[in-house]
Structures are given as structure tokens and as C-alpha cells.
């Protein structure tokens, strides 16, 4: 048997941790052994239905109480897991079963399991010719005892945030999980024994279902899991969950900080919780701010948040899930460096003076990985020098299933083209400055769309974190941009104004270029992964 499905099965034998779900409302704990029980039953039904090694099966539930037996009961199969992205109430459920439909025969799945709240979805797959179960009639069945895996087998096919019309999935193996767990719990000091983790993260993007669901399930890990629509419904259920169970451990975007800073600021009185027992507080999946972790630790410090718990990481699904993450105390390491030499020469020099970037760094990379930046001929560059990040190592999964058949991620040495520009510092610390997509190049420049997001979101009015810079004319000589943002005041043609006027001058006064122009729109509209990351090429529409 691989060494994930043995160590896991083995750890829900002899582990006293177990999951708790359905807070606020309905909190419910059940042992990791009860959950192994229940995924026994869920294999059962699976067997009953075909599910054999190998197979590929689809999941649309919105419970991590279903989602986690659901998990490995598949993995009891011999199967591979992948969660679809989740209809919203206000989706098209039409175009929503026509997509989802071509990302079921991408994965060859043999079935769809469904449970609440998506089982309107149900007859909509059936309809298309899918094979829908549901978690209640599997649970129902007789259990059956695992099948025997190998290293190599696939666990989990994970979407990428940009799936939708062309789906892409990551194919990661028992091994990677193994290899990518172990490394993040060692350089997370994780103690079983004393450790809690709490998490509202989605289970149908990576750092939700692999960090922060299959490893905890792995270890045997105690854990507290609620959905990302309890979190939206009450951001301060995060706090009251801390506090509830003495959370040490937690992750979450930059933007579900900033959230939980300012409602910390607006609704909660000083005491109301205390968040002290939090020691890891990683903050990945999309660009860390500094000011936005600083003012968490302002907002957060009469409840006892300790600024040295922030954990800025970095990561993605192609590595299973984390490439490097701070050490553990450290708190937020910031590298302020020449935002023009950064920007014309591509090169990080500290200053402290004069236009100055300030960029986090993201810590070293995990055990078993390596990180190098390249120049677009793929020379190494020296410290400092920026270009592409690529990785490598164990947890670096083989590549893509596509519309078009597999796709390798690795290069002949095994190298990993992240997409993302950055640089190492001294210490050998992974430093991310952009997308290489979407830096916008003006007269030799690189413009960072981050940096132009930030400036436009000090405007009052402007909602936070909706703001999305948008390349226009790219490769060609008169390459620019423009700058979306939503306001409740869109309707109102003077506050419009003042509002577009007002950005134009913030991110002049930060990248010394004018956008070509600034819309402003009603809340809602500027396009955002499942996950919550701005789409920008998708945005193009919206300033043209």
C-alpha cells in the first residue's frame, strides 16, 4: 500500500484527533477513526457502483463532515479526487452543467458525487449522461476494506482557479502528498499532541483540500473545518473559533486577513477574544501586502494576536500545495527595496530611501524543493537579479490532464516554470513581484499590476480589494493599462468623477505612469477565481 493511504488509516487507528464541523450552528466532532469507519461504508458504495483503482471520480459537496469520509473513501478505491468548482446561487446552472460536463470527461470521471447544498445540481448532470451518486445512499452500503495502492497512484486531480471553459487539472500523486506533508509539518514544527487547526478555506481549491483537509487527515491532525460561506456569512466566526478551541494553526488568503482587521476594528471590543494560543498564521495563495499584515497585527493585537505568528507563504497546486513559507516566529520579513531600479533594471537593491518598494519576503524553500530564477533564455540569475521562479523537487507533480490530452509541468531536469517573477535574497528567501503575465512593460519598465491595485484602493469609495489593473496593447509600443474598480457610489455620476480622478492621481503617485482610464463599477462585476484571485485577463472587457 503507498505510504499515504497506510500512514493515514493508520493514524485514524491510533490517533485521538478527530474533525469538528457545522459550527456556529450545529457543531459536531467525530474521531478520525469514525470518519475512517464512515469512508469504509462510502467505498462500499463505490465498489457497488464500479469505483475501481484507478478510476477517477467527481465531487460537488459543500460539507467538509461529507467531504473528508467522501475523500477517502475514493482513496479506498484506488481512486482519484476531484472537487468541481461549486455553483453559486446567483450561476447560471445551464452553462455551469455544460462546463462541468467537459470537465468530467477531461478527468474520464466514473461518477459525481453529489450532496447538499448542490443537489439541484443533480438531474442536471444526469441529464448529460453522468453518473450521480450521492454521499446518503453511499454511507447507506456495507463496508469494505481498502484496495492496495502504489506510490504513484493519483489522489487528487486538482482544478486550476482559471478551469472554467478551459478546464486544466493538476495531477498529483500519493507521493507528492507525502513528500509536500511531511516537509510542511516538519518546518511548521506541527506537535499532534498540541496542535489545532482551524480552517474555512474551500475544499475545491488546492491550499483547502490538500493543505488544509488530506494533510491534516494524513497525520491524524486535530481539526476544525467550516465552509468559506460560514466565514463570508460571519467573518468574525473565524476569531470565535480561535478562541473556542485554542487554534494554533490557521491559513488564509491576504484579502480574508484584511477582512478580519477591519471587523475586529469595527465590531469586536477589546477581550471579546483571545487569540492568543495562535503561533502559525500562514498567509498564501495570492500576493502578500505588508500593510495589510500590519494592520492585521494592529487590529488583532488587543485580542492577543502575536505578531511574530503571520506566516507569509508561497505555493500552488503544481507543487501539491506549498513551495516555501517563513520559519516559525519570524512574523512578516520585509524587503524594501529601489522601486526604479526594480522596475528598469530588474534588479532588488535595498534602500530605505527615495521611491522604495516594499516586497515580503516568502521564506526558503520547504525540504525537498529547490527554487532558481532564470532570464527568458533560461540563464540562472545571481541574488537579486529578477525573472522567472522555477522549482523543483518531490513535490513537484508530473503535469496537467487537458481537453487535449496530458500535459508534462517539468522540464528534462525536472524544473517547474511557475509563471511568476521574483527574485531570491541572500538568505536564499523567495521574493514574488508579479505575474509574468500581467506585468505591463511601458518604455522598458515593468509595471507590477499589484502595485497599481494597492495605490487605487486608498481612494475612498473604492471597496476593498476590488480593484483590478488591466494591460492593454501588450508587446506592442504603445502598451498600457487601465484600472477597474467597484464603489457603491457607481451610480452617482459626481462621486464617479471624483473617484476616477482620484485613482489616476494615487497610481500616478505610485508607478509614475497614468492609466489610459478608470472605470468605475458596481459591486460584483470585476471577475474573481472560485478562490477569490482577480482574473485580469478576463477584465479587459469591463475598461474598453
Known sequence: MSQFTETMFANASSSRNGMTTGDPGNPVRHTWKEVYERARRIAGGLAAAGISRGDAVAVLAGAPVEIAPTAQGIWMRGGSLTMLHQPTPRTDLQRWA?????????????????????????????EHGIQVLTVEELLASDPVDPVETDDDDLALMQLTSGSTGFPKAVCISHANIVANAHAMFVGARFDPDTDVIVSWLPCFHDMGMTGFLTVPMFFGAELVKVTPMDFLGDILLWAKLIDKYR???????????????????????????????????????????????????????????????????????????????????????????????????????????????????????????????????????????????????????????????????????????????????????????????????MAGKNIYPTDIERAATRVTGVRPGCSVAVRLDAGLSRETFAVAVESNDYADAAQVRRIERQVAHEVFADVDVRPRNVVVLQPGVIPKTPSGKLRRAHAVALVN
Not at 98 to 126: C, G, H, N, W, Y
Not at 308 to 317: E, F, K
Not at 321 to 332: K, L, P, R
Open 98 to 126: 455544460r462546463e462541468t460536463t467537459d470537465v468530467i470527461k477531461m478527468i474520464e470521471a466514473r461518477a459525481v458525487i453529489v450532496s447538499d447544498p448542490f443537489m439541484l445540481a443533480a438531474p442536471v448532470l444526469t
Open 247 to 441: 487554534g494554533t494553526m490557521t491559513a488564509a488568503p491576504n484579502f480574508a486577513y484584511n477582512l478580519l482587521a477591519r471587523r475586529l476594528r469595527r465590531q469586536a471590543t477589546e477581550g471579546q477574544f483571545d487569540l492568543s494560543s495562535l503561533r502559525w498564521a500562514l498567509s498564501g495563495a495570492e500576493q502578500v501586502d505588508p500593510a495589510d499584515v500590519e494592520d492585521l497585527c494592529e487590529a488583532g493585537a488587543p485580542f492577543g494576536l502575536r505578531p511574530d505568528a503571520i506566516v507569509p507563504a508561497y505555493g500552488m497546486a503544481e507543487t501539491t500545495v506549498a513551495v516555501s513559507f517563513t520559519e516559525c516566529g519570524a512574523g512578516m520579513v520585509v524587503d524594501e527595496v529601489d522601486a526604479d531600479l526594480l522596475a528598469v533594471l530588474h534588479r532588488a537593491v535595498p534602500a530605505t530611501k527615495g521611491n522604495t518598494r516594499r516586497l515580503v519576503a516568502l521564506g526558503r524553500p520547504i525540504d525537498g524543493l529547490q527554487a532558481r530564477i532564470v532570464d527568458e533564455d533560461d540563464n540562472v540569475l545571481p541574488e537579486r537579479a529578477v525573472g522567472v521562479i522555477q522549482v523543483r523537487g518531490n513535490p513537484v507533480t508530473k503535469g496537467y490532464v487537458t481537453m487535449a490530452g496530458f500535459i508534462g509541468a517539468q522540464d528534462r531536469l525536472g524544473w517547474y516554470d511557475t509563471g511568476d517573477m521574483g527574485y531570491l535574497t541572500e538568505k536564499g528567501d523567495i521574493v514574488v513581484c508579479g505575474r509574468v503575465k500581467d506585468v505591463i512593460i
